[in-house]
């Protein structure tokens, strides 16, 4: 098909509208000191911790998101697309409703944060609230992607590899799980790229405590109003990873 | 005894009973949307009948609207199907897909492989047991999803057109060699190809819109059919109608007279009359003679049939009976035959068998 030759107007300027702020980020960047701005204590710190916390919701969104995926495409229940509309709503909730959510269910005078304070667990403002509310907006990521994938892989393998006496778990883990592992390595990987950019619910859950729940994006935040030199250096780190995320992403995706 | 079925569905307006002997290849023969894959579907635990059952060796597998319920699902009834598409497992090599059904009834893996080459090799795809899916043909493909279902060591093999798919030259091939593993096996085998049912199968059965109107050994159904389709698969014209003693008042007024054979026809009794298309004459005008049949008809279409032409035409009118002729190149020259024409078909008594329905 041949365009209109017009189309590509708005679109080089939507295509600016993205990248110019990418370069002029990278124009900004204090060239001489950027080792020592991205090394220094709170910087690692940040970083260390936005890595961590971000496997860790990456590993927690795996472990829900994929059986959610499979009930979402695999079954037929009254109200399903209820649920479903509910469970992808993070994608379109402003983070820091999340994590006011988050808070009410899990801070001490929560809903369940009560009975979990009897028995001595407080989660709100440490490191496993960051984590929470990372899987909380990454987990939406995850679900539509693998449910995706089960869509389009089918059951007509399951039906087969059933047939050929195959139990229902045998079949989840040797047909299923390998038909979607396309799907479900970039849908990982969009979920880490969600949870490492995580700013409203993490800072509205977890509050900002370096090295316990200050994430790079909290991290940039801070240092934005004291040394900003820093928080272009630290941006630019998380643009990089960005960039690799998307890499990754799109391999996985062509390797099916 | 081995399987037996006898099950309502009415979503899909099925309501049919067969059985199928130990070690007996059941072809199941049909037009599109007669319910063949619906009654594999039943067999197989994918489809749960509203009513009926069906019971494996004595087992029973599905029951359902009796009063009680029995569902063994799909994994557990030892009732591998395979369809037109191979769908192997596009992850796992030709020989992991083979030793697939092994392994997952807990074989080990070296044992479950063994076995596995020893179906490829049976079924002379041995040498590309390292493969994947996707670096295999149509025809290669096919043949290691037969080795799979097979290797599974199911009690009953449900095939479901396994040649449909498959190009016109690896059709052939493939024939043969399921006549060679099929042999005492228990098989139930949807189609609707002729050869098919005549050269896999003992007994044939013809569904209709979810009914079984025929029937019986292969060669029987096919050289004697009941049935509009099974006469139409057997390449015959089919006219029913009522035995008079002499002819055969069909449905729609002709009458036709044949050779009665079989258990003779009383007067009265409904009864068939099946002729080849290659013994019917066509002639631009009526035609009169005593040991003759001849119908007006008009002539629907022309289709080429190796050297021959075959006339399609119907008799009695819109929507009336469907008959075939056979004539050369030349005579569709020379009567300068087209659709739409009124001709008449023309074929001797003695061309024409009569039986009872």
């Known amino acids: 098909m041949r365009l209109p030759r017009w189309v590509f107007v708005p679109a080089a300027v939507g295509a600016a509208f993205v990248l110019l702020p990418l370069v002029a980020i990278v124009a900004r960047v204090d060239w001489a000191s950027f080792g020592d701005l991205i090394t220094s204590e709170s910087s690692r710190a940040a970083f260390v911790l936005s890595l961590q916390t971000s496997a860790a919701s990456t590993v927690l969104c795996v472990l829900a998101g994929v059986p959610m995926a499979a009930v979402l495409a695999r079954t037929e229940f009254r109200g399903q697309g209820v649920v479903r509309s509910l469970v992808l709503l993070p994608l379109v909730l402003p983070p820091v409703v999340g994590g006011l959510a988050l808070l009410y269910t899990f801070g001490r005078r929560g809903l369940l944060g009560e009975s979990l304070d009897a028995l001595g667990v407080q989660v709100a403002f440490s490191t496993v609230a960051v984590v929470m509310a990372q899987t909380f907006v990454a987990l939406p990521f995850l679900v539509i992607s693998i449910e995706g994938a089960l869509r389009t892989a089918g059951e007509r393998y399951e039906v087969v590899a059933a047939s050929l006496g195959a139990r229902p778990t045998t079949v989840f883990r040797r047909i299923t799980l390998p038909l979607v592992l396309p799907g479900l390595l970039s849908g990982a990987v969009l979920a880490f790229a969600r949870a490492l950019g995580e700013f409203g619910a993490t800072i509205t859950f977890a509050g900002s405590l370096q090295g316990v729940t200050r994430t790079l994006p909290l991290e940039i935040y801070l240092q934005r109003e004291t040394d900003p030199d820093a928080a272009v250096a630290l941006a630019l780190v998380l643009v990089v990873v960005a960039v690799l995320v998307i890499g990754l992403a799109r391999q996985s995706r062509s390797a099916l | ?357």
């Open chain 2, 1 to 357: 005894m081995s399987l037996e079925l006898d099950v309502r569905v009415p979503e899909r307006d099925v309501e049919a009973a067969l059985t199928v002997a130990d070690g007996e290849t059941l072809a199941v023969l049909g037009p599109n949307g007669a319910g063949k894959s619906t009654l594999l579907a039943v067999m197989a635990g994918l489809v749960r009948p509203r009513h009926g059952r069906v019971v494996l060796d004595g087992r029973e597998l599905t029951v359902a609207g009796v009063g009680r319920s029995v569902h063994v699902p799909p994994h557990d009834r030892r009732t591998a199907l395979l369809g037109q598409e191979p769908l192997l497992f596009p992850h796992l090599s030709a020989l992991d897909n083979v030793a697939f059904g092994a392994r997952s009834a807990g074989a080990a893996r070296r044992e479950s492989r063994e076995r596995a080459q020893g179906w490829l090799d049976r079924l002379g795809v041995g040498e590309l047991s390292g493969r994947r899916p996707g670096q295999l043909s149509g025809g290669q493909s096919q043949r290691v999803a037969v080795a799979r279902a097979l290797a599974a060591d199911p009690r009953v093999l449900l095939l479901d057109e396994p040649m449909a798919a498959l190009d016109v030259d690896v059709a052939p091939a493939m024939r043969q060699l399921l006549r060679g593993v099929l042999a005492d096996r228990t098989v139930v085998l949807v189609t609707h190809d002729v050869l098919d049912a005549l050269l896999l199968a003992d007994r044939v059965v013809v569904l209709e819109a979810g009914r079984v109107v025929e029937e019986g050994p292969a060669t029987e159904v096919l050289s004697r059919p009941r049935s509009p389709f099974a006469a139409r698969l057997a390449g015959l014209n089919l006219v029913e109608g009522t035995w008079t003693g002499e002819e055969v008042r069909s449905d729609w007024g002709s009458a036709v007279r044949g050779l009665a054979s079989g258990p003779v026809p009383q007067p009265g009794d409904r009864v068939v009359a099946t002729f080849r298309p290659h013994a019917v004459a066509v002639y631009r005008a009526p035609v009169t003679g005593s040991p003759r049949n001849s119908f007006a008809v008009t002539v629907t279409g022309l289709e080429p049939l190796g050297d021959l032409v075959r006339v399609r035409a119907v008799a009695g009118g819109q929507g009336g009976q469907g008959l075939a002729a056979d004539v050369t190149v030349q005579s569709v020259a020379a009567l300068e035959l087209a659709a739409g024409q009124q001709v008449t078909f023309s074929v001797k008594a003695t061309e024409v068998a009569v039986y009872p329905l």
